[in-house]
């Protein structure tokens, strides 16, 4: 609507500033030419600034599976630059062939590690109309991104493993060796093992499906750690 009044105002300011049509014509072309130049800055300010709109907060969370092999828990990203900044890529069904990457624009990420089931939570900030008023007088003007923010936040795991793709690939490699495969799986059982000891001594009643439980925790974080430890080795 900002735009028709513009445009009229425009017309209007040359019509009373060239014609003497009535007294004081000037003072009614000025007025106009002033209404002209409000509705410009306006539009300039919505277009570039966000004028009369406000901040507006949505929120989705997502469960997570595997991004790599299903017998691995774990996280993929690929670096950018100097590797400070990452795109994660991650999949929501069993299904999924490949990992989906994040967003890249206005891009916030961070991870935080949790006891319970990995998850993402993507929040997004946008430009909204602050108002009715607001709404209809610039709500035809589309800004040149109405998206302020979008924040990726990893809840994972404890148990799970965020690696590189660059990381995963070396992991693929080593596992591809039946000696590797025999030295993980006898590290794995062993810290398996031991940590369902301690668990069992701390409370001997344990009934089965808890340690069925504390099982299945011991084996997922000895992965983890033997994955971590293999890592390491081929990078030196």
Known sequence: MLIAILIISVIL????????????????A??????????????????????????QTTSQTTPLVSSGDKKINVLLYQPLGNGQEKVYLYKTDDKQKAPKPIKTDHLKTQVKWTNGSSKMVVKEERYVSSSNLSRTLLGNIKPKDNLKQRTYTFYINKNWSVLSVAQAKQLAKALKSPQVQAQLKAKIQQQAQKAVMEAMMKKPNMSATERAEVTQAAVAQAQKTAIQSLLQNKTK
């Open 13 to 28: 300011f040359a019509f009373f500033n060239i014609l003497p049509v009535i007294k004081g014509h000037q003072v009614v």
């Open 30 to 55: 000025g007025f106009f030419l002033l209404v002209a130049i409000l509705s410009g800055l306006a539009i300039v300010g919505k277009d570039n600034y966000h004028f009369g709109t406000k901040v």
